[in-house]
């Protein structure tokens, strides 16, 4: 079988694909804002003497780590409204769910690396006179950011590649519009050729600069 | 009454540190029952005791690091509560600590801090004394314990002996009232033990009020004006370091002492 690549095409509409790679940056960087304020407050919730409170936030890891996000914006976007008898728009259907979904993996790295700080930084802070939030956020904190930034940052690499599931939502992502420019050009090897560059394009460099990170904390310790 | 006046007050004459009738348990297991101990102003308690005869816990609860089960911590003739923040005459484990240094067995300095950073952060971020002032503070306490030259150093480039001696700094930058120290010496290599002890013997000299918990009886009839022997839980002997290290009556303290001194 011989087939002519012909790229042609795919540059007539590489604003589509700029536009589809702004909105994936968009939803990235939303969903990790977002999830990083839901995965303290969930962490903080696990981390706290109410135990009530320990067991809410459980429940919410539980249901968001294990159901596939697909699952979880399909029925954020169909089932949701039902339930609510509100009407949900699809942008915020896939942002809301984008967030809770990796806040609640964040919690659970924020949690693992400040648990492993060890007690006695958390004694001493204690003994110069610190209440319970200077020493988490003067003495705790600091360290523990150090130890959790690997995982952190390669959470929110897949989550970048996980935005790609929006699209069944019709969000405008790099995904759908690569959807987009197949149907308009019929050349689906092109099209669904550049969006997985494009993704490519954009994580290689953040992976080889978290490597550098990771090599540069771990000489100054 | 306000801060000042209630902590470091050198007009008040009682004990500056009291333990009223302490006891405590984790869960079914007691630690100890009905200590209780005044601690005057200068005065350099030694508590020792075979292991597990709860003097570590009896030392933490003095700044509350462990909740007592039952009796009360006063400082300064104020009885201290269990929350953080004071509540009328009675104070809180803020307060308490502020005025009530403690230093660990395992150091614990804080490692993404320089040394003169470990020492400078309790009057800082507690005391919010401004930063320069903490710092001139800071380096003369580090001059004290002959670690002034290390200012600049991380915590992971001390041998034990020096973060040790920074530990002691660090908490003596908060110009405490009264210092609990809790084994200092039991994580060091032998070699290093002599300079923690020689600061700790240059503090007892300038009049620092301490409660030292040790193994280190020749050190303790040193540098304590007073012994306490706990066993079981219970105060069992309680002196002169001449009448409890050099001539113990009781059997089971002479045991105890002939077997750890040497």
């Known amino acids: ?221 | 009454m306000t801060d000042l006046a209630r902590t470091n007050d050198a007009a008040f004459t009682g004990p500056v540190l009291q333990a009223v009738n302490l006891s405590k348990n984790f869960q079914k297991l007691q630690v100890f029952q009905n200590l209780s101990l005044d601690l005057q102003r200068g005065e350099v308690v030694a508590l020792i005791g075979p292991s597990g005869s709860g003097k570590s816990t009896f030392l933490r609860c003095l700044n509350m690091m462990e909740t007592p089960s039952s009796g009360q911590v006063l400082y300064q003739g104020a009885s201290v509560i269990p929350s953080f923040r004071d509540r009328g005459d009675q104070i809180g484990i803020g307060t308490l600590r502020r005025n009530v240094g403690m230093v660990f067995q395992h150091f614990n300095l804080f490692p993404h801090m320089t040394v003169l950073q470990n020492v400078c952060e309790g009057p800082i971020s507690v005391k919010r004394m401004p930063k320069a002032e903490a710092q001139a503070l800071g380096m003369h306490f580090l001059g004290l314990v002959g670690l002034a030259e290390k200012h600049d150093s991380y915590p992971s480039k001390l041998s034990g002996g020096q973060k040790q001696r920074v530990a002691i700094a660090r908490a003596l930058a908060m110009q405490p009232g009264v210092l609990l120290l809790d084994e200092v010496t039991s994580a060091l290599d032998p070699e290093l033990v002599g300079e923690v002890l020689d600061v700790i013997r240059t503090l007892a000299r300038e009049g620092i009020t301490m409660a030292i918990v040790t193994h280190e009886m020749a050190f303790a009839a040193d540098v304590s004006s007073r012994v306490l022997f706990l066993d079981k839980g219970r105060i069992a002997a309680e002196g002169s370091p001449d009448e409890i290290i050099f001539n113990p009556s009781d059997e089971r303290l002479s045991n105890f002492v002939s077997r750890t001194r040497n």
């Not at chain 1, 011989?2 to 694909?17: A, P, V």
């Not at chain 1, 942008?91 to 806040?103: D, E, I, Q």
């Not at chain 1, 989550?159 to 759908?176: C, E, G, P, R």
Request: proline share 3%; aromatic share 14%; net charge positive.
């Open chain 1, 1 to 221: 079988m011989t087939y002519t690549w012909d790229f042609h095409s795919i540059w007539q509409n590489f604003d589509l694909f700029w536009f589809g790679l702004q909105v994936t940056v968009l939803y990235t960087v939303g969903s990790i804002v977002f999830g990083v304020l839901i995965g303290i407050a969930t962490c903080a919730a696990r981390l706290s003497r109410w135990r009530f409170l320990g067991y809410f936030a459980r429940l919410y890891q539980e249901l968001f780590r294990c159901t596939p996000l697909l699952v979880q914006l399909l029925w954020f976007y169909y089932a949701f409204p039902l339930l609510v008898g509100v009407n949900v728009d699809n942008h915020f259907a896939a942002m809301l769910t984008l967030s809770l979904y990796v806040g609640a993996f964040y919690a659970e790295i924020f949690r693992g690396g400040i648990i492993s700080i060890d007690r006695g930084q958390q004694e001493a802070a204690a003994a110069i006179g610190m209440s319970p939030s200077q020493a988490m956020w003067r003495i705790i904190a600091p360290q523990a950011i150090k130890r959790m930034l690997p995982s952190f940052i390669n959470q929110s690499v897949i989550q970048f590649k996980n935005t790609s599931l929006i699209s069944v939502l019709s969000v405008a992502d790099l995904a759908y519009m690569a959807a987009v420019v197949n149907g308009q050009t019929y050349r689906p090897l092109e099209s669904y050729t550049v969006m997985a560059l494009l993704y490519l394009a954009i994580l290689v460099p953040v992976t080889q600069l978290a490597d550098l990170l990771e090599k540069r904390m771990r000489t100054s310790d």
